[in-house]
Antibody
Framework: EVQLVESGGGLVQPGRSLRLSCLAS????????MNWIRQAPGKGLEWVAS????????YYADTVKGRFTISRDNAKNTLYLQMTSLRSEDTALYYC????????WGQGVMVTVSS | DIQMTQSPASLSASPEEIVTITCQAS??????LAWYQQKPGKSPQLLIY???SLADGIPSRFSGSRSGTQYSLKISRLQIEDTGIYYC?????????FGGGTKLELK
């Protein structure tokens, strides 16, 4: 059974940093591209970042480019999102999702940016 | 960036009815279109990919189609469990973009 489990969220002050993790199981993690998608409270879905299976290709939404870094450790079956210079508008539920076409999603992890 | 304009924003329908949700792409995206269902308090679930292909385990009551740059999700024989928010997604060109969502309520 494919499982994606996010962790690392919480309450953080504006300007600070946070690292999210997504632990994958039930499939060969190193064969799949992965993504982070977020959903602000009561709002729709927003794609944040993508990384290819071997980390050769990485893409970011303009809203996070230069502040967020997506990475992965295929030996640990784990996807990461390093978030720096956090802003109140980054407050959201963050999901990891598998390529292609986001066919599996985690349960999400909440990030709240507030003083 | 490619804009995905989804309509309607909300709709209410009765069990056994047929409903259609549409997404208008701002430019050609070929068949790089997917549909997701998000039930209250849950993660989104893939329904349709590549415009018309049904994801694993999804009932055949769900179907997708395309006319030019307009994409449609049709739900036949509505069931109570179809309540939720539906989103389209284009994966043709980065940044990948979602439609604004359609909230479906069952009467």
């Amino acid at each position: 059974e494919v499982q994606l489990v996010e962790s690392g969220g919480g309450l953080v002050q504006p300007g600070r940093s946070l690292r999210l993790s997504c632990l994958a199981s039930g499939f060969t993690f190193s064969n799949y591209g992965m993504n982070w998608i977020r959903q602000a409270p009561g709002k729709g879905l927003e794609w944040v970042a993508s990384i290819s299976s071997s980390s050769s290709y990485i893409y970011y939404a303009d809203t996070v480019k230069g502040r967020f870094t997506i990475s992965r450790d295929n030996a640990k079956n784990t996807l990461y999102l390093q978030m720096t210079s956090l802003r109140s508008e980054d407050t959201a539920l963050y999901y990891c999702a598998r390529d292609p076409m986001f066919d599996y999603w985690g349960q999400g992890v909440m990030v709240t940016v507030s003083s | 960036d490619i804009q995905m304009t989804q309509s309607p924003a909300s709709l209410s329908a009765s069990p056994e009815e047929i409903v259609t949700i549409t997404c208008q792409a701002s430019q050609d995206i070929g068949n790089w279109l997917a549909w997701y269902q998000q039930k209250p308090g849950k993660s989104p679930q893939l329904l349709i990919y590549s415009t018309t292909s049904l994801a694993d385990g999804i009932p055949s009551r769900f179907s997708g189609s395309r006319s030019g740059t307009q994409y449609s999700l049709k739900i036949s024989r509505l069931q109570i469990e179809d309540t939720g928010i539906y989103y389209c997604l284009q994966r043709y060109s980065n940044p990948w973009t979602f439609g604004g969502g359609t909230k479906l309520e069952l009467k």
